[in-house]
T-cell receptor, first 112, second 114 residues
Framework: EAGVAQSPRYKIIEKRQSVAFWCNPI?????LYWYQQILGQGPKLLIQ????????DSQLPKDRFSAERLKGVDSTLKIQPAKLEDSAVYLC??????????FGEGSWLTVV | AQSVTQPDIHITVSEGASLELRCNYS??????LFWYVQSPGQGLQLLLKYFSGDTLVQGIKGFEAEFKRSQSSFNLRKPSVHWSDAAEYFC????????????FGKGTKLSVKP
């Protein structure tokens, strides 16, 4: 079974630039998550989708971050404009049910 | 508010020795609890999970964890550590029922001495 796919794996940008990360969840998984993991910390939820709809985006900095999930499958997370403190790993995850959440390998962002 | 505490930031054990990683949670209802492992440059891999029933749960790679409601703990154990177990370990609690998201602890980095 294919896992959660993410791209790009690594990205370096200057502050105030924009960046987009793409995620393809495991086939058939209705729930999709984006987590932010800052170095030395545990992952923190940014946004949770159930099919096309947003379930929880309370911790998403909406002035600069946006996310969408088209047709209930792939998802894109965008940051514009980026700040230095956005340097982190952005983890996409998906789940069929019952909280068994499967994570991708992450997209590593460095803002300089 | 829900939270997870992993008191040990870094632990070093000798290969072949036993391991226990501590995890304490704060959650009002019956918790769904997880342990994940993260190797350098990799995503998170699920080791084991507790939803209900037997409080001692078995996971992959020879790991087990015991849920103790009275102590609000869910400690991870392994009887004999291998060098390949060196990684960062995260404890997490799920919120909001069966489709809730995960709240993670800050992680414990495990180093293994030869």
């Amino acid at each position: 079974e294919a896992g959660v796919a993410q791209s790009p794996r690594y990205k370096i940008i200057e502050k105030r630039q924009s960046v987009a990360f793409w995620c393809n969840p495991i086939s058939g998984h209705a729930t999709l998550y984006w987590y932010q993991q800052i170095l030395g910390q545990g992952p923190k939820l940014l946004i949770q989708f159930q099919n096309n709809g947003v379930v929880d985006d309370s911790q998403l900095p909406k002035d600069r971050f946006s996310a969408e999930r088209l047709k209930g499958v792939d998802s894109t997370l965008k940051i514009q404009p980026a700040k230095l403190e956005d340097s982190a790993v952005y983890l996409c995850a998906s789940s069929p049910s019952r909280n068994t959440i499967y994570f991708g390998e992450g997209s590593w962002l460095t803002v300089v | 508010a829900q939270s997870v505490t992993q008191p040990d930031i870094h632990i070093t054990v000798s290969e072949g020795a036993s391991l226990e990683l501590r995890c304490n949670y704060s959650y009002g209802a019956t918790p769904y609890l997880f342990w994940y492992v993260q190797s350098p440059g990799q995503g998170l891999q699920l080791l084991l999970k507790y939803f209900s029933g037997d409080t001692l749960v078995q996971g992959i790679k020879g790991f087990e964890a015991e849920f103790k409601r009275s102590q609000s703990s869910f400690n991870l154990r392994k009887p004999s550590v291998h060098w390949s177990d060196a990684a960062e370990y995260f404890c997490a609690v799920a919120t909001g029922g069966s489709q809730g998201n995960l709240i993670f602890g800050k992680g414990t980095k495990l180093s293994v001495k030869p």
